[in-house]
């Protein structure tokens, strides 16, 4: 009896996590159609291209290297010791957290669009989920956590707390893109004698496609992050849905209903209710979405105009920023005088957001600095100008355009 019961929880399990991997691998898609309504037509294909390369190279190198750095698990075994006495949940898992490494290249080709060449961004984007973003998982929530983690509770009272990777994820992923998208440059024409030009987004309805696909496996991403059915809460669910909703309308309501804003302010929320969706009072999550909405509003503007920053997608502000926003919130509103369920400390929260953006700036501007130096980094003016989709692949994403 106990061992059907066991075999029955372990099957239950790998269910659990691998439509969870499902749910947030279909986010890719998200990523893919967010910025393909954004960029220029020109450059809609190498959008799509880019997203499902750096999937599959992340997914190779997450396998080797990444996910054996993190957690300490390798998979250079027989496929009968893979599978072993739980139904192979070691394998979903690393499916479920390789959906999370790949997130890191995926947010940072939203930065950095319409002007790079195509294998340096691969090799940079396997560097990052296969090295640097598992090390710093390592730290967080892998296999060297104890130490840091120790330190945290020791000197502020409390470890810091990411459940579902506001800033292991997103922060990681948009600081990353910072180093990135300042060392490119801005596109051609961004800026002409320092007078802005804006470049408008090309398709609202792919745009929305985006940030509808992204919304909708968000819950997986944040409910499975419990990673097994004992540990899934309703609370997780509730307060996803509260700080996405919270941030669609604070950002309709301060844009005066511009659609960009709103379909963003519902990825802005998301992304800053990740860390604390397990601790958080609903009203709480509402609140925290919709600073968070604010914040990538002025944020995104604030960038683009007045620091000159061509960020396409707005990634920094939107996953960067907001993702640093929700490691602080937590140590605000997850204390039990503010509704919370407790076990936290602002000060932690606030020292583990800021080692990484430490991190993710230092490694990215060294990844990046001998990638240029090496193979060179940006398309040439003349590429540039036809757009990456001729220039790269020798296809537009209208090709019957180009029939007589």
């Known amino acids: 009896m106990d061992s059907a019961v066991q075999s029955l929880t372990s099957s239950g399990d790998v269910l659990f996590l691998m439509l969870g991997a499902v749910m947030v691998f279909a986010m890719h898609a998200g990523f893919a159609f967010l910025e393909v309504g954004t960029v ?9 291209v880019k997203i499902l390369t750096d999937w599959s190279v992340s997914t190779v190198v997450y396998f080797l290297i990444g996910y054996p750095i993190a957690y300490g698990i390798h998979f250079f075994m027989s496929a009968e010791n893979l599978i072993g006495s739980n139904q192979g949940y070691e394998l979903v898992r690393f499916f479920f957290l390789l959906c999370f490494a ?4 995926a947010i940072i080709s939203g930065g950095i669009a319409e002007r790079t060449r195509f294998w340096p961004q691969v090799l940079a984007g ?13 730290l967080i929530w892998g296999q060297n956590s104890s130490g840091l983690q120790d330190w945290f ?4 009272g409390a470890p810091f707390h990411d459940f579902a990777g506001s800033v292991v994820v997103h922060s990681m992923g948009g600081w990353l893109a910072l180093t990135a998208v300042l060392l490119l440059g801005p596109r051609t024409g961004r800026w002409v004698r320092g007078k802005s030009h804006a470049i408008p987004v090309s398709n609202i309805p792919f745009l929305a496609l985006g940030s509808w696909i992204l919304a909708i496996g968000w819950f997986g991403f944040n409910v499975m992050s419990a990673q097994s059915l004992n540990g899934i809460s309703g609370l997780v669910a509730v307060n996803s849905l509260l700080a996405m909703v919270g941030g669609v309308i604070f950002a309709v309501v301060i844009t005066k ?21 397990d601790l958080v009072h609903p009203f709480a ?3 925290i979405g919709g600073i968070a909405a604010l914040i990538f509003v002025y944020g995104f503007q604030w960038e683009q105009e007045k620091l000159k920053i061509d960020d396409v997608l707005g990634v920094w502000p939107l996953h960067g920023i907001i993702g640093t926003w929700g490691g602080i919130s937590t140590g605000i509103f997850g204390y039990t005088g503010l509704g919370g369920l407790g ?7 606030l020292v583990g957001s800021l080692f990484a953006i430490v991190y993710a700036l230092s490694t990215g501007f060294i990844v990046y600095s001998v990638i240029i130096k090496v193979f060179g980094f940006r398309l040439d003016e003349e590429a540039e100008f036809y757009g990456s989709d001729l220039s790269i692949h020798h296809i537009t994403a209208y090709p019957e355009d180009k029939v007589s």
């Open 40 to 48: 220029r037509k020109k450059s809609q294909t190498n959008a799509l």
């Open 102 to 105: 790949a997130c890191i290249p």
């Open 126 to 138: 396997g560097i990052f989920a296969g090295l640097t973003y598992p090390f710093f998982e390592s």
């Open 153 to 156: 509770t020791g000197t502020f």
């Open 257 to 277: 209903c511009d659609p960009g804003f709103a379909h963003n302010g519902a990825l802005a929320g998301l992304i800053a209710i990740c860390a604390g969706s």
């Open 285 to 287: 999550a509402f609140l």
């Open 343 to 349: 076990g936290v400390s602002f000060m932690s929260q």
